[in-house]
């Protein structure tokens, strides 16, 4: 890594990519092994101009949270490759995405109103939460979003009495996105309220992209077991068999790799 920062800073483009790419299991054994000691020289390098993307490889000792602290202090992303498709799909099917990056400190904040919303909560994304009041602390460091990437957020809400049966245009509260320009380095922000007519009377007749979305979202929950409100009774065989009505997404070859995993992972549990 020391030696691809070296060779980053000798050919850095100013206004050009500049990245470090580090394929590891994330067990550092050579030179600066202290987690800290390599955290602080990636960040003063991301400072820099110059990014860092993780690639996870390796099974055993493994360190994947070490390797998400690192692309998240370079202002990179982090993946983890398992098989020659996955390696292709990040190295050759989405290496613009890899490399460049369209939006730096880019993050969301959602207000619910109290009045509408009576309990939300944020469904993953821990250790990506900060606090309210650093939203728009452009000096408090957030995400960095590459060409083609998408980033969803899920939240769990339980409406208040009024708000349930209202369909009337009614305010549940607000969501904010703000980011830096990549070329500009101007902050931009924009806000849109959410409604109640943003809701579906029915699950099954939203959208199959966010149908797929909560999915995954449900197996992530069934597996950490924290049996939490909606997805609490929740089955591995349940969440399969409900991914097979999904017939507008059956030949995206990700979703059926999806479908494969959650199978196998219902097999493994039923033995």
């Given at each position: 890594?020391?030696?691809?920062?070296?060779?980053?800073?000798?050919?850095?483009?100013?206004?050009g990519i500049?990245?470090?790419?580090?394929?590891?299991?994330?067990?550092?054994?050579?030179?600066?092994?202290?987690?800290?000691?390599?955290?602080?020289?990636v960040r003063?390098?991301?400072?820099?101009?110059?990014?860092?993307?993780?690639?996870?490889?390796?099974?055993?000792?493994?360190?994947?949270?070490?390797?998400?602290?690192?692309?998240?202090?370079?202002?990179?992303?982090?993946?983890?490759?398992?098989?020659?498709?996955?390696?292709?799909?990040?190295?050759?099917?989405?290496?613009?995405?890899?490399?460049?990056?369209?939006?730096?400190?880019?993050?969301?904040?959602?207000?619910?109103?109290?009045?509408?919303?009576?309990?939300?909560?944020?469904?993953?994304?821990?250790?990506?939460?900060?606090?309210?009041?650093?939203?728009?602390?452009?000096?408090?460091?957030?995400?960095?979003?590459?060409?083609?990437?998408?980033?969803?957020?899920?939240?769990?809400?339980?409406?208040?009495?009024?708000?349930?049966?209202?369909?009337?245009?009614?305010?549940?509260?607000?969501?904010?996105?703000?980011?830096?320009?990549?070329?500009?380095?101007?902050?931009?922000?924009?806000?849109?309220?959410?409604?109640?007519?943003?809701?579906?009377?029915?699950?099954?007749?939203?959208?199959?992209?966010?149908?797929?979305?909560?999915?995954?979202?449900?197996?992530?929950?069934?597996?950490?077991?924290d049996g939490?409100?909606?997805?609490?009774?929740?089955?591995?065989?349940?969440?399969?068999?409900?991914?097979?009505?999904?017939?507008?997404?059956?030949?995206?070859?990700?979703?059926?790799?999806?479908?494969?995993?959650?199978?196998?992972?219902?097999?493994?549990?039923?033995?």
């Open positions: 890594m020391d030696l691809g920062y070296r060779l980053a800073h000798d050919a850095f483009v100013e206004g500049n990245r470090v790419i580090l394929a590891s299991d994330g067990v550092a054994n050579v030179g600066v092994t202290d987690a800290n000691g390599i955290l602080d020289r003063e390098d991301a400072e820099d101009g110059i990014q860092l993307v993780t690639v996870g490889f390796g099974m055993g000792n493994y360190n994947d949270t070490f390797m998400e602290q690192l692309a998240d202090n370079g202002d990179g992303f982090y993946a983890y490759v398992d098989t020659l498709e996955e390696a292709e799909r990040l190295f050759v099917d989405d290496l613009t995405g890899t490399l460049q990056t369209v939006a730096m400190d880019a993050r969301v904040q959602v207000e619910f109103d109290e009045e509408a919303v009576s309990e939300w909560r944020l469904v993953g994304h821990e250790n990506r939460d900060m606090d309210d009041r650093d939203f728009r602390n452009d000096e408090v460091d957030a995400g960095e979003i590459g060409a083609g990437h998408t980033v969803t957020a899920l939240y769990e809400v339980r409406l208040t009495g009024d708000a349930a049966y209202e369909r009337s245009d009614m305010d549940l509260g607000t969501v904010s996105l703000r980011w830096q320009e990549v070329d500009s380095e101007q902050t931009k922000e924009i806000t849109r309220p959410i409604t109640t007519d943003d809701l579906s009377d029915r699950f099954r007749s939203t959208d199959p992209r966010f149908q797929l979305s909560v999915m995954v979202a449900e197996y992530a929950e069934i597996l950490r077991g939490r409100a909606y997805f609490s009774d929740a089955t591995l065989d349940d969440l399969a068999e409900d991914l097979w009505r999904l017939d507008d997404l059956d030949n995206d070859p990700d979703v059926r790799e999806f479908i494969d995993l959650v199978e196998h992972a219902a097999s493994l549990r039923s033995r």
